[in-house]
């Protein structure tokens, strides 16, 4: 049997409509870079045929809601075998951190991995919105399986002090720490491959 990973991308999140709107007005579009695929979508590919990569679209991702991304994550629960393994990225790596110190997850999970994580807006500046953590991580850290935070010193979206935090909320994860990959914007991602592979 095929064993399951489920990839949560990333968003942003505002508090007001106003805001949003800021954003939209000063988003700019890049052909070029729209065509690159990066390793979330090439994550597939290089698992193999042992694995079944499952990657949810999240709704409104550019104006993402917390109550929103919960519906349609909770759609895919029948579809899901015990010892998967959860992997989100940036605001979806909150979105997995929230969801599980907020709820029971219906199958067994193997491992999680938190890929340059939000953890609060002090450093950065950005909003959580209704993504906001809650104040223990603890019910994560019971049901998440083996927890893996990885983050970039050199990310300038989501700043490496929300890595350390993290960290001092989840003392038993092993960490995976880069001197010079930024938001993991790249086409591969062989070090959680490997370690996909690996746990399995």
């Known amino acids: 049997m095929k064993k399951q990973v489920l990839v949560i991308h990333g968003g942003d999140t505002f508090d007001t409509y106003e805001e949003y709107l800021v ?3 000063d988003y700019e579009i890049n052909l ?3 065509k690159i695929k990066r390793w979330k979508e090439t994550l597939a590919e290089k698992l193999g045929e042992n694995f079944d990569v499952i990657s949810p679209k999240m709704p409104n991702s550019m104006n993402a809601k917390y109550k929103e991304w919960k519906i ?8 899901l075998s015990d010892n998967l393994i959860l992997v989100g990225h940036s605001l979806g790596g909150t979105f997995v951190a929230k969801y599980l110190s907020e709820n029971d997850f219906p199958k067994k999970i193997l491992a999680t991995f938190l890929v340059s994580a939000c953890y609060d807006n002090e450093v950065s500046g950005y909003s959580l919105g209704d993504f906001s953590l809650p104040q223990s991580l603890e019910k994560l850290e019971k049901q ?10 050199d990310d300038k979206v989501v700043s490496f002090k929300d890595f350390e935090k993290y960290k001092k909320d989840l003392p038993m994860a092993e960490t995976m720490i880069f001197e ?3 938001h993991f914007d790249q086409p591969e991602f062989p070090e959680v491959v490997g370690k996909i592979k690996e746990i399995v």
């Open 23 to 25: 954003f939209l007005n």
């Open 32 to 34: 070029e870079k729209s």
């Open 72 to 79: 349609i994550f909770e759609k895919y629960f029948p579809y």
């Open 144 to 153: 998440g399986g083996k927890v893996f935070l990885i983050h970039s010193k």
């Open 180 to 182: 010079d990959r930024g």
